[in-house]
């Protein structure tokens, strides 16, 4: 069955330090790939996805993520952290069968000043 | 103004009441999705639709319904089945299985008192 693990529930983090937040799929064939972002009491706002091609993608805010296939990953990462990033992070799969869209457990970042 | 709109943002209810909240687009989607949001629980999917006049259930479909009828509106009913109804809820549409990101409305916060 699809599923998404985050293993990281909380990290803290220095401004200007780096960051990168894990994800692991399961997920027969190629899946699609997202990473959202939250702030308390909204919606999810999109920063990057993964359909196909060049495995490193580039998102909006200074965000990146890389799909290993052999390690079933797509981490997130930024070279350097800025307060505004905390946040709730969520890593998402789509099963390009059947639309379904699962999210992982999410990851809260805190940024030290 | 082109996206999600749920509504009401809070809503308050008694227990043993049914109550339905509204997810309404303008994005001429064909997919969209109901989500549960729990405190360490990131979003569990309880309803999709890829299609007018047709859903599946998710992860955590017992006691709440859905109907379709339009391609603009998902209605989710929390029932008075719903043991554990107080939570926030989200919605998202997507275009279709090709194109599978998800847009996110700004939530509702259901709580069952």
Redesign the interface.
Known sequence: AQSVT?PD?HITVSEGASLELRCNYSYGATP?L?W?VQSP??????LL?YFSGDTLVQGIKGFEAEFKRSQSSFNLRKPSVHWSDAAEY?C?V?S???????????TTLQVKP | DGG?TQSPKYLFRKEGQNVTLSCEQNLNHD?M?W?RQDP??????IY?S?IVNDF?K??IAEGYSVSREKKESFPLTVTSAQKNPTA?Y?C?S?A??AN????????T?LTVV
């Not at chain 2, 360490?40 to 999917?45: C, D, M, N, P, V």
């Not at chain 2, 599978?100 to 939530?107: M, V």
């Open positions: 985050q529930i699609y997202f959202y009491g909204q919606g999810l706002q999109l996805k969520f998402a789509v390009s069968n059947t639309g379904k869209l699962i999210f992982g457990q999410g | 999600i997919a999705y989500y360490g629980q990131g979003l569990r999917l999709y890829q599946q998710g992860d926030f989200l998202a997507g279709n299985v599978p990101e998800a847009f996110f409305g700004q939530g916060r």
